[in-house]
């Protein structure tokens, strides 16, 4: 069953030990407010200087830099749709970032992730949709890569909690 490998916490993202955990960031790269202000502070000044060297991201894409002081090896680093009602590609275009950052766990043999609820804050992307569609892309990358061993969704709320405890209970 894929579903045993994926796990649910409500916690502050930064203080996850996995290989990989994921920023939602903006297409600058260069940091904000929300997770991404949060692994900026915890990372440190380094991180920053990675990320200006990578000439931002497109929505819907994922960089990967180190994690400097970050317990996690790595930060996945990917641009969610800003939610327009939905019917201007916000769907796809999260269902791709999740791909994105499948893609870079993959190409780097990692083993364990860790997501924040993806444009579901400032992007102001509905957290009942936003959570169907991670669960969706979580429960394909664990059926495609056999080297995924967990997937942790880390929320920062409890009404982010129930929406991707309904999302997993909703097979
Ligand atoms: N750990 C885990 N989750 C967090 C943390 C944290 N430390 N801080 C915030 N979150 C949660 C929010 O509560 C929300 O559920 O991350 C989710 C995503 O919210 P945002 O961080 O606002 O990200 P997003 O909606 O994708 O908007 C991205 O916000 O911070 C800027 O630079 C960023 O412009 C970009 C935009």
Redesign the pocket.
């Known amino acids: 069953m894929t579903s045993d490998k994926i796990q649910l916490t409500e916690?502050?993202?930064?203080g996850i030990k996995a290989d990989a955990i994921v920023n939602?960031?903006?297409?600058?790269l260069l940091?904000?407010?929300?997770?991404?202000?949060?692994?900026h502070r915890?990372a440190g000044p380094e991180l920053l200087a990675q990320c200006r060297g990578l000439g931002g991201c497109p929505t819907g894409e994922a960089r990967i830099t180190k994690g400097y002081n970050l317990p996690a090896a790595w930060v996945i680093h990917t641009?969610?749709p800003?939610w327009r009602g939905g019917t201007q590609g916000e769907p796809e275009l999260l269902a791709r970032c999740y791909r994105s950052c499948f893609s870079l766990v993959r190409e780097y043999g990692l083993k364990t992730i860790a997501f924040?609820?993806?444009?579901?804050?400032?992007?102001?992307?509905p957290?009942e949709e936003a959570s169907r569609i991670a669960v969706r892309e979580a429960r394909r990358a664990l059926a495609e890569n056999k080297e995924l061993t967990a997937i942790l969704f880390?929320?920062?709320?409890s009404a982010?909690r129930l929406a991707y405890q309904k999302a997993l209970a909703d097979d």
């Open positions: 916690e502050d993202i930064t939602a960031a903006n297409n600058s940091g904000g407010g929300g997770v991404d202000g949060a692994i915890a641009v969610g800003v924040p609820a993806i444009s579901t804050g400032v992007y102001g992307y957290k880390v929320c920062f709320n982010t």
